[in-house]
């Protein structure tokens, strides 16, 4: 069930822009911080707006926006074009974007490239890449080009097929334990922050005494330094199965089903447009336009019926 909104009475919120230190500090000083994702300058005005610090522009677009079955197919100019939109509507909210799958995982040099790509062409100020083992390497060759990396644990949907599908991660102890093994070898390789993704609260519980740089959770409890949800999934803008750890605070599907459909029985009744939606213009131009169109038809101006305006 969606919860009631709160209302904005300011829709500008005037802050000091949001970086990685202003994150770090966020987290020693014990308050909690909101990351969203946003694929387009409209849903990046109103995060802006909203005073989130963090904004994800996330391959989750793949199964968000361009209706594909999983994050994998997503391309680097595709996310590409979606980072530059968002940067369009940001200006005091930290921008992070993911790196596809497919860009960082072969090579050093080619997660450094991708990185440079998304900094350099999408304005973005930090990437994510998913996974422990060798993507800490990568991880760490990004930072070391000068780029900060926040780092993904847990469920990683581009590697869902290997994982067993999109479910909960970390259930078993070698699990939980190698998650957090991975999670101190990210923040060593330099990363600015991790997101923990769809585990059990308690093992996040136990990592976060651990670890100096914020977490960001998504179905991981409430202890971590912060959680980031699907822009789709908190509006309700699609219908279909969501996951346990969602919550819905608006129906703007339903909503927006309604006001097209509200829009085409207007336009089908006749009563949009009305009046006050046209244009007019002044009866001696009007009368000298009729007399145009009589000398183009070849007919006498009192022949053309006018109308006015």
Known sequence: MSASPRTVENTTIDRAPVTVTSLLQQKRQGRKMVMVTAYDYPSAVVAEQSGVEMVLVGDSAATTVLGLDSTVP??????????????????????????????????DYEAVKSAQRFVKEAGAQAVKLE??????????AIVNA??????????????????????AQGKKAEQAAQMVLDALALQDAGCCAIVLEA??????????????????????GASTDGQVLVWHDLLGLLEGHTAKFVKQYANLHHEMVAAVASYADEVRDGVFPGREHTYAIPPEELQRFQGSLAQIHGAEPSEVEGHPA
């Open 131 to 140: 996974g422990g083992g060798v993507m800490i390497d990568r991880a760490r």
């Open 146 to 167: 000068g780029i900060p990396v926040v780092g993904h644990l847990g469920l990683t949907p581009q590697t869902a097929n290997a994982l067993g599908g999109l479910r």
């Open 74 to 107: 997503a391309t680097m100019d595709e996310l590409l074009m979606l980072g530059k939109a968002v940067r369009r509507g940001l200006k005091a909210t930290f921008m992070v974007s993911d790196l596809p799958f497919g860009s960082y995982e072969a090579s």
């Open 199 to 220: 585990i059990p609260a308690a093992v996040a519980e136990e990592l976060m005494p651990l670890i100096e740089i914020p977490v960001i959770g998504i179905g991981a």
